[in-house]
């Protein structure tokens, strides 16, 4: 083949049969074999558990992945059954979901939301899922959220406390059981101004992302209600490890309270700094100087040591709560691994409980109607008190936890103190407060 | 054909049937079977493997014909990326005009660092786009925040002006296309055991990427591919012949910059999601792998390179611990334990560790990537069959 002869009947011929190949996929455009998207068939059902097993939020990611391996085995009736015998629905039998075993895949979402994005579709592609979870940044549950919108699968949020998410980037295939940015200032401030008293001046260091800004938004709203002063707010880079140049101007401002609206590594190493400076030896304006954490973890006040000591905070679930759900919880997750689970795997358990509860309740995995049944649903007994999914915004509704570092901790896991259990009623809002549109529900296909 | 010569027209045609067949021929596993795990047929992995085969092909021109290796290039498939998911809300779900627009916004901006970073070469050059790359990450991530939307990125909404588009009222948000052609709808074909995922959103991506493959032979084949190369060469001694390299050099970066581009757009095309992700600068080291695991400076290397790291990225790094024992089960206890461990670090969120070997083997062995790979497979089997070739001077030239 050196040299290729060119006829026009050839060229012709050949431009015919590209031009077909190219033509099939738009004859056959929208073939509706099955009424909605990756509808299960066999006698197994697949999740799609899409975690960070890379990247700076690992730590949560694995402890959320083992959190659904754990919910997968109650719900194929493995186990003790945690949580189910709790739960104030009894859809579930623990004979799988509508009687088709639970399966399940996993993925990494690298907290990059390309990365995630990019797991999820190949989970919703290639595996077949009908239900993506998981999940610990806000950024990446926003994408795939959106995702899922569009490809029409029910998307459980997982760790994600931006307004936003379920604000204005609320979609209707989309859910969050964990709390956010509003409810944690709405819970804080009222403990905040009996604790430290109604005249602060509060410093914020906010961490330079989406979320940084609603937790910032959103504390100082709530704190200047009740009378404090904000004296200023102070982006860091995220990517930012030592926070001395920004500790420093803290004690010139005249402030005495610093918030410190960071998330993960950036907390850990905000707090140290700070501590290390002395602010909190410090007596200005005649009154003790305070430091505050909005959103505090379990793994964060690990890294943070003793400096966490006496320092509020908010917090989705712990799991020294009494309850009867959240005793029922740890014990079945402390049998399997050894210690207690973290808030982000109570999240991701309940989550996934709350959708195979839905599926059964509808009697159906068509995403129009698991959101139907989730959508106003009302339940108890998953660890956070009497809870509503609101149909508004898809966000759950129910008590906060206000938390403090333990000054005499007994174990390497028991590093905070539940300060006040914030009634649900106390951190609702009104569902059109943040924007955003829900849409309509997409079963795809 | 087409303005090439013959053996460029038979690669452009090879590399036709391959992306044609490309449903058929990465789905080689039945489903459900143990090893249909290592099927990538699917159409969020195709696309991408043709996106970043554009994206590379373009990084390609630049790098492998001149030599200059930019470590910024993720930031023109960032604000390509931008500049189509604006076109949507604000124009259009078709994907032509958010495109066209992700091209042209992609160029002037290439233009503009060009012109600067071009000053330099050699490593100065590289730090130069790579610090560019950085501010670019940075401001999309937090300063500017209103337009990029910060961590969380742009998706459509169901509120956007569109005004290009008939009015929705049913709360869904309408899917990209062309001309009413969805790129998501896709037919799948059963045969047997197999399943075949044929996507119009991969097709129209596929024929993209043919077209840019074909632009980028016929630089690589024109006088201005050669004064590239000239560059690469020895520019001192084009500087003394009195020509000026520096319109060359920055017209290849801007070529290339609309190809990062192109691909940027086509990525929001495919997959409604603009992100800050994609201009961090391990997006812009990921394409010189890309292109250096492939082959540099060859015509189909970095498409080969693209598609391999894009293949670990989402294949290996699915395999994880339960996949590994279920396929040693068949072995005694300890031993299919053992063999887990030996395995285990490679795969999973190990597949790095993977993709550094292989990186590391290729250039060590093959410093012409899995080109010469593939070049050396062929000259050993031409050896053995075709003797009077050589004696003849008939010796087919490597496909560059």
């Known amino acids: 083949m050196s040299k290729t002869t060119l006829t026009r009947r050839g060229v012709l011929s050949r431009g015919a049969v590209a031009g077909a190949g190219l033509a099939v ?115 990446v549950a926003v994408a795939v959220q959106a995702l899922c919108q569009e490809a029409g699968v029910i998307f459980m949020a997982g760790l994600t406390h931006s307004n936003d998410t379920t604000g204005k980037d609320k979609k209707a295939n989309g859910f969050r059981h964990f709390f956010n940015s509003y409810m944690s200032g709405a819970a804080l401030a009222p403990i905040l101004g009996a604790n430290y008293g109604n005249d602060r001046k509060a410093y914020h260091l906010t961490a330079d992302y989406n979320w940084g800004y609603t937790t910032e938004e959103a504390v100082r709203t709530s704190t200047e209600a009740i009378g404090w002063e904000t004296v200023a707010a102070v982006k860091t880079p995220l990517t930012q490890t030592d926070f001395s140049s920004y500790i420093a101007p803290v004690l010139q401002s005249g402030a005495d309270v610093l918030v410190l609206n960071h998330y993960g590594g950036n907390m850990v190493n905000s707090l140290t700094n700070a501590v290390q400076f002395g602010l909190r030896d ?73 959708y195979a509860d839905a599926v059964a309740r509808a009697g159906s995995f068509n995403p129009c109607a698991v959101a139907e049944a989730l959508e106003g649903f009302e339940f108890d007994g998953m660890g956070n008190g009497p809870t509503l999914y609101r149909a508004e915004d898809h966000q759950c509704f129910k008590d906060v936890l206000v938390v403090k570092g333990k000054e005499n901790p007994t174990s390497e896991f028991d590093l905070l103190e539940i300060v006040e259990v914030t009634p649900a009623a106390q951190v609702t809002y009104d569902a059109s407060i943040f924007g955003g549109d829900l849409g309509s529900c997409n079963p795809g296909a | 054909m087409f303005g090439l010569n013959p053996k ?47 994206f590379a092909i373009g990084f390609n021109i630049l790098f492998g014909l001149t030599g200059y290796l930019s470590f910024g290039h993720a930031a023109f498939l960032g604000i390509g990326s931008y500049a189509a998911i604006w076109m949507m809300k604000l124009l259009t779900m078709n994907i032509i005009p958010g ?90 074909i059963v045969m047997g055991g197999w399943v075949f995922t044929l996507n119009a959103g991969y097709y129209v991506a596929a024929l993209v990427m043919l077209i840019s493959f074909y632009i980028s032979i016929r630089i690589f084949r024109s006088p201005f591919g050669v004064m590239l190369r000239a560059v690469k060469s020895n520019q001192q001694r084009m500087n003394y012949t009195g020509l000026n390299p520096k319109p060359y050099t920055l017209a290849a970066f801007v070529i290339s910059g609309m190809y990062a581009g192109l691909a940027g757009g086509l990525m929001v095309a ?66 299919e334990d053992v063999i887990v461990a030996l395995i285990y670090p490679f795969v999973g969120k190990g597949w790095h560790l993977t993709l550094g070997l292989l990186f590391m083997l290729v250039v060590i062995f093959l410093p012409g990537g899995l080109v010469e790979g593939g070049q050396r497979i ?16 008939k010796s087919t030239e490597p496909a560059e």
């Open chain 1, 25 to 139: 996929p738009t004859i056959f455009t929208g073939s509706s074999v099955a009424g909605f998207t990756n509808e299960p068939t066999g006698g197994a059902v697949t999740l799609g558990f899409n975690v960070p097993q890379t990247g700076p939020y690992a730590d949560e990611g694995a402890d959320e992945l083992r959190a659904f391996e754990l919910a997968v085995e109650h719900l194929n009736g493995g186990g003790d059954g945690g949580m189910m015998s709790t739960f104030s629905s009894n859809a579930l039998e623990g004979t799988g979901i509508l009687g088709k075993k639970v399966e399940y895949v996993t993925g990494d979402t690298q907290t990059k939301s390309d990365a995630a994005r990019a797991s999820a579709r190949s989970m919703i592609e290639k595996d077949g899922a009908v239900m993506i979870s998981g999940g610990s940044s806000s950024g």
């Open chain 2, 270 to 335: 495919m997959d409604t999601q603009a992100g800050a992700d994609r201009m961090f600068w391990t997006a812009s080291g990921e394409v010189v792998l890309m292109t250096i695991l492939g082959g540099v400076g060859t015509l189909i290397g970095p498409v080969l390179g693209a598609g391999a790291i894009k293949y670990m990225e989402n294949i290996l790094s699915k395999i994880n611990k339960d996949i590994l024992h279920q396929w040693f089960a068949l072995l005694p206890d300890g031993l």
């Open chain 2, 8 to 54: 460029d027209a038979r690669l452009l045609i090879i590399v036709a049937i391959m992306v044609v067949a490309a449903p058929v021929l990465l789905n080689p596993f039945p489903e459900g079977s143990n090893l249909a795990q290592f099927n990538a047929g699917y159409p969020d992995l195709m696309q991408r493997f043709v996106i970043f085969g554009i």
């Open chain 2, 99 to 188: 495109i066209i627009v992700s091209v042209i916004v992609a160029g002037v901006f290439s233009l503009a660092v060009g012109w600067i970073s071009l000053r330099r070469s050699g490593i100065y050059f590289s730090i130069l786009t790579l610090a560019f790359a950085q501010m670019c990450y940075s401001l999309a991530y937090s300063v500017l925040t209103p337009i990029t939307g910060g961590e969380t990125g742009l998706q459509p909404k169901v509120n956007d002006p569109r005004i290009l588009d008939a009015a929705t009222n049913d709360g869904v948000v309408p899917k990209t296309n062309l001309f009413g052609l969805e790129m998501t709808s896709s037919t799948e």
């Open chain 2, 378 to 393: 062929a000259a050993l089997f031409k050896r053995k069959r075709k003797p009077e070739d050589a004696r003849s001077g």
């Open chain 1, 282 to 354: 410090k007596i200005v304006n005649g009154k003790q100087f305070e430091i505050v954490v909005p959103l505090y973890s379990r793994l964060m006040a690990k890294g943070a040591g003793a400096n966490v000591k006496g320092i509020f905070g908010s917090t989705n679930w712990h799991w020294s709560l009494t309850d009867a759900g959240s005793q029922a919880f740890v014990k079945s997750f402390g049998t399997k691994y050894g210690f207690p689970p973290s808030q982000a795997a109570h999240t991701c358990y309940v989550q996934t409980l709350l």
